[in-house]
């Protein structure tokens, strides 16, 4: 099992940035595809963006595509999630987590199913 912590949430006026990181210990890194994932207060918990284990892939939600960058050292442990331009709409607990799925090297996952490891989640806000 992966433990994975986030950090890098709290308040941001929109126009800014921010930057969110997950760690990892336990097994591995580079095992594993990761994700982050969204939830608002009444919403479904969304998809947010996703990592190739080698990092060479990634695939956003359409509404943070263009303005987000997600990235990943296997040798540390880290995932980070840089989100420029913020919205109001990107106010949301964020989460990471991670896929042991025998995928390819190459696979990014969208699918909040397949993901086996969740963080315990962390706020970011975003004025208007």
């Known amino acids: 099992q992966l433990q994975l912590v986030e950090s890098g949430g709290g308040s941001v006026q929109a126009g800014g940035s921010l930057r969110l990181s997950c760690a990892a210990s336990?097994?591995?890194?580079?095992?594993?595809?990761i994700g982050w994932f969204r939830q608002s207060p009444g919403k479904e918990r969304e998809f947010v963006a996703s990592i190739s284990r080698n990092g060479d892939y990634t695939d956003y939600v359409d509404s943070v595509k263009g303005r987000s960058t997600m990235s990943r050292d296997n040798a540390v442990n880290k995932v980070d999630l840089q989100m420029n331009n913020a919205e109001p709409e990107d106010t949301a607990v964020y989460y990471c987590?991670?896929?042991?799925?025998?995928?390819?090297?190459?696979?990014?996952?969208?699918?909040?199913?397949?993901?086996?490891?969740w963080g315990r989640g962390i706020q970011v806000t975003v004025s208007s």
């Open positions: 987590a991670a896929s042991y799925q025998p995928f390819s090297d190459r696979t990014t996952v969208k699918s909040s199913e397949w993901y086996e490891d």
């Open positions: 336990g097994r591995s890194y580079s095992n594993y595809v």
